[in-house]
């Protein structure tokens, strides 16, 4: 993986006064990813890093941010009361990235993240061309009669989801089972042996989270009445 703090290390930028990280391809820019964490971190995660690197060395510029929540504290988990505004942190995310690049955009969120980045997205169908969900947090450890899918059959983007097998969050037959709640088309990418953190290193999940995106966005879909925009990281 390349050196984050060498020559192509990514510009730390100002983003509603949270740490934030844009790096920049050193080829043209083909399209952008805006990458978020879960409940227990921040932008700086390990798995963040390297999804980021690998998708800057596709030819995609990516905004690696820090959620409201974590910027009021540098510790401890969002307060449900506050969500929303996690989700406008995510808004705010996407628009910036949007004057730093064009063509396809997508976001990216790890857990909690991920969840609140599919939320907004449900309610705003045209925020971003498709949604990259790492460790989706279906339901709470050993409750999966709290399911978190209201807003699932409100979402009409294309959303690639990245799973551990031994994730305590949802198992893989829940994933399946909720995913066909979205009309819109979905890949589940199993990772056999990960948990809710992806282990990135042992599994290569940032790797997975790109060749998930080029399989499901890639091409158009076979249901004309639902557009995919391109997505070809080999252009």
Same mark, same amino acid.
């Given at each position: 993986?390349?050196?984050? /703090?060498?020559?192509?290390?990514?510009? %730390?930028i100002e983003l509603?006064?949270?740490?934030?990280?844009?790096?920049?391809?050193?080829?043209?820019?083909?399209?952008?990813? @805006?990458?978020? %964490?879960?409940?227990?971190?921040?932008?700086?995660?390990?798995?963040?890093?390297?999804?980021a690197t690998v998708?800057?060395?596709?030819?995609?510029? !990516?905004?690696?941010?820090?959620?409201?929540?974590?910027?009021?504290?540098?510790?401890?988990?969002?307060?449900?009361?506050?969500?929303?505004?996690?989700?406008?942190?995510? !808004? @705010?995310?996407?628009?910036?990235?949007? +004057?730093?690049?064009?063509?396809?955009?997508?976001?990216?969120?790890?857990?909690?993240?991920?969840?609140?980045?599919?939320?907004?997205?449900?309610?705003?169908?045209?925020?971003?061309?498709?949604?990259?969900?790492?460790?989706?947090?279906?339901?709470?450890?050993?409750?999966?009669?709290?399911?978190?899918?209201? %807003?699932?059959?409100?979402?009409?983007?294309?959303?690639?989801?990245?799973?551990?097998?031994?994730?305590?969050?949802?198992? +893989?037959?829940?994933?399946?089972?909720?995913?066909?709640? !979205?009309?819109?088309? +979905?890949?589940?990418? /199993?990772?056999?042996? @990960?948990? %809710? /953190?992806?282990?990135?290193?042992?599994?290569?999940?940032?790797?997975?989270?790109?060749?998930?995106?080029?399989?499901l966005f890639g091409?158009?879909?076979?249901?004309?009445?639902?557009?995919?925009?391109?997505?070809?990281?080999?252009?």
């Open positions: 993986m390349p050196d984050l /703090d060498g020559p192509d290390a990514p510009a %730390h509603g006064g949270g740490v934030a990280f844009l790096h920049t391809p050193s080829i043209p820019s083909r399209g952008g990813l @805006a990458l978020t %964490h879960g409940a227990g971190g921040n932008c700086e995660s390990l798995l963040l890093q390297r999804i998708w800057t060395a596709a030819g995609f510029t !990516v905004l690696r941010f820090d959620l409201p929540f974590r910027v009021r504290k540098p510790k401890g988990p969002p307060h449900p009361s506050r969500s929303a505004e996690d989700r406008l942190g995510i !808004v @705010a995310a996407i628009e910036r990235l949007r +004057t730093d690049t064009t063509g396809f955009i997508a976001f990216g969120g790890h857990s909690y993240g991920g969840r609140q980045g599919a939320m907004i997205a449900a309610e705003r169908p045209d925020l971003v061309d498709g949604l990259v969900l790492t460790s989706y947090p279906l339901h709470p450890p050993g409750k999966p009669e709290k399911a978190r899918t209201q %807003h699932l059959p409100e979402l009409r983007t294309p959303t690639v989801v990245v799973h551990g097998t031994r994730d305590p969050f949802g198992t +893989t037959a829940e994933l399946s089972a909720a995913l066909t709640l !979205v009309p819109a088309p +979905t890949l589940l990418v /199993d990772i056999e042996g @990960a948990g %809710h /953190d992806l282990a990135p290193v042992k599994y290569d999940a940032a790797a997975k989270t790109l060749d998930g995106a080029v399989s091409s158009p879909t076979s249901d004309s009445s639902v557009v995919v925009p391109l997505f070809d990281p080999s252009r």
